[in-house]
């Protein structure tokens, strides 16, 4: 991660590392039964670092919904602790909806 005129640059492959650590880091803090149920499904769908908006896709919008109600914050500061830059995540549910989790009440974005 470099810093250039103010704007933060991230790469591909240290989005994808930040993503490897709190996967770990959240296998360890909730337990590999939780994890593997409900976590572990989550890719990562990409990081925009001009908005700060990083997007994970759930398998379905139930999974998304359940992952704001019981991992919103954890996962958010989980990100913003390896990439400052994120202001806002994005779980992706089954391609039914956005939601989107950040300091403010969760947003519905129709696809």
């Given at each position: 991660?470099?810093?250039?005129?103010?704007?933060?640059?991230?790469?591909?492959?240290?989005?994808?590392?930040?993503?490897s650590a709190i996967r770990a880091s959240l296998?360890?803090?909730?337990?590999?039964?939780?994890?593997?149920?409900?976590?572990?499904p989550l890719t990562l769908g990409g990081f925009?670092?001009?908005?700060?908006?990083?997007?994970?896709?759930?398998?379905?919008?139930?999974?998304?919904?359940?992952?704001?109600?019981?991992?919103?914050?954890?996962?958010?500061?989980?990100?913003?602790?390896?990439?400052?830059?994120?202001?806002?995540?994005?779980?992706?549910?089954?391609?039914?909806?956005?939601?989107?989790?950040?300091?403010?009440?969760?947003?519905?974005?129709?696809?």
């Amino acid at each position: 991660m470099t810093q250039a005129m103010g704007i933060q640059s991230v790469s591909a492959d240290s989005v994808e590392s930040a993503w490897s650590a709190i996967r770990a880091s959240l296998r360890k803090s909730v337990g590999p039964r939780t994890f593997d149920g409900w976590l572990k499904p989550l890719t990562l769908g990409g990081f925009d670092p001009e908005s700060g908006v990083l997007y994970l896709k759930a398998t379905s919008r139930f999974t998304a919904d359940w992952v704001d109600t019981h991992f919103r914050e954890h996962l958010l500061q989980a990100w913003r602790a390896m990439l400052p830059g994120v202001s806002q995540l994005i779980v992706e549910g089954g391609g039914e909806s956005l939601r989107a989790i950040g300091d403010d009440a969760v947003v519905e974005i129709e696809p």
